[in-house]
């Protein structure tokens, strides 16, 4: 029987890992395996390990019970007590010193609505795709409410009843022994771990939990002009929520690939365009190809290498701030190579005549010479 990966050890960070520790690492993992841009035999089945180990680890309640009992499973104890909290086992610690000074975790109950956890999850698009808009599809786990027993975690209705211990408070009053003398202070009740609640018959499908992890395909729209590292959210897409809690919600990071030709600079798209000597000196009619497909530009007679030409609201229509860039066409005048005897000749009697005539810059480099 196969060995159950550690998850730490899947994210590769030590167990004291920070939560952004945790983060940069999932972020560096699942932008490397992604299948769409890994191409290893194994990325699919990777990046749904990591996936599930991020899962666990951002989630401060799972992550505590995982380090406790090596399970996420929350039936198993530890959410939201003792564990969370970074104390092990030393809830009255915590509700002497919140009778003491007011307030603290004494006053919350695990039994009440929670809201859902929310879900991170990497998208790679095209350069084109982030700068026209797309939809895509992205592909994620989450736990969901049981059908079965709609979240109730029992087999059915009469399975559940009220805890004996607490009476359905979901608190117990226990009697401490302090420096201070003998207090009487309340903690959660440990039998129904603050539900209030007591399960005598479990659901088959989720041994009791109320959830399950299913796997979820869904479409978003991305629009256009969104750039790489900015996250859509996508509203109660998370997971679900404890007992009627609201769902979490669906934070999508996107990262655009570099495009072969087109750089982006804000909202303008800058290319270089190559062009020839006699092209530049005269001056040529050029197709250039944009966002939209080609369009003419005009090349002025004269024109000098690193010259830039705009072409007005040619660049990207950005959906979020609505506002339009232009394309910058960045000029490279190429070198000749490989020339004909023909096309020998006529450089020949070009270098036979002086080309620097009426040239502003020739014309000063003249005059600081001379003065040497």
Excluded: W
Excluded at 21 to 41: F, Q
Excluded at 119 to 148: M, P
Aim: proline share 3%; hydrophobic share 30%; glycine share 12%.
């Amino acid at each position: 029987m196969a060995t159950k990966k550690d998850y730490y050890e899947i994210l590769g960070v030590p167990r004291d890992a920070s939560q952004e520790d945790i983060k940069k690492a999932y972020r560096s993992l699942a932008k490397k395996y992604h299948p769409d841009v890994c191409k290893e035999a194994n990325a699919n089945e990777r990046f749904a390990e990591i996936q599930v180990a991020y899962d666990c680890l951002s989630d401060p309640d799972k992550r505590a019970n995982y380090d406790r009992f090596g399970t996420e499973d929350p039936q198993m104890g530890g959410f939201g007590g003792a564990g969370a909290s970074g104390f092990g086992g030393f809830d009255g610690f915590d509700d002497i010193i919140s009778s003491i000074f007011g307030g603290g975790r004494s006053q919350q109950r695990r039994g009440g609505p929670s809201r859902g956890r929310d879900i991170e999850q990497d998208l790679v698009i095209d350069f084109i795709e982030a700068c026209q808009g797309v939809k895509k599809e992205v592909k994620f786990t989450r736990f969901d409410t049981c059908t079965k027993c709609a979240g109730s975690g029992a087999y059915s209705q009469s399975d559940i009843t009220t805890c004996s211990k607490c009476g359905g408070r979901g608190r117990v009053v226990v009697v401490a022994n302090t420096l201070l003398g003998q207090m009487r202070t309340e903690q959660e009740c440990p039998d129904c771990r603050g539900t209030g609640k007591k399960i005598n018959r479990a659901c088959p499908d989720c041994n009791g939990q109320g959830k399950v992890r299913v796997s979820k395909n869904i479409a978003i729209n991305i629009p256009g002009g969104i750039d790489n590292d900015q996250t859509i959210r996508v509203a109660n897409e998370g997971e679900a929520g404890n007992h009627g809690g609201t769902q979490g919600d669906l934070f999508v990071h996107i990262h655009v690939r570099n495009h072969e030709f087109f750089v982006r600079e804000g909202n303008n798209i800058v290319i270089e365009l190559p062009i020839t000597f006699s092209q530049a000196a005269l001056g040529a009619s050029i197709e250039v190809q944009t966002l939209t497909g080609f369009v003419k530009m005009q090349i002025k007679p004269g024109t000098q290498n690193g010259d830039k030409y705009r072409l007005a609201d040619k660049g990207i229509n950005n959906q979020i701030t609505k506002k339009v860039g232009h394309q910058i066409v960045v000029i490279k005048v190429v070198t000749p190579t490989n020339l004909s005897n023909k096309q020998k000749e006529l450089f020949k009697e070009l270098s036979e005549t002086d080309e620097t005539v009426g040239n502003s810059f020739f014309d000063k480099v003249k005059k600081f010479f001379k003065k040497l």
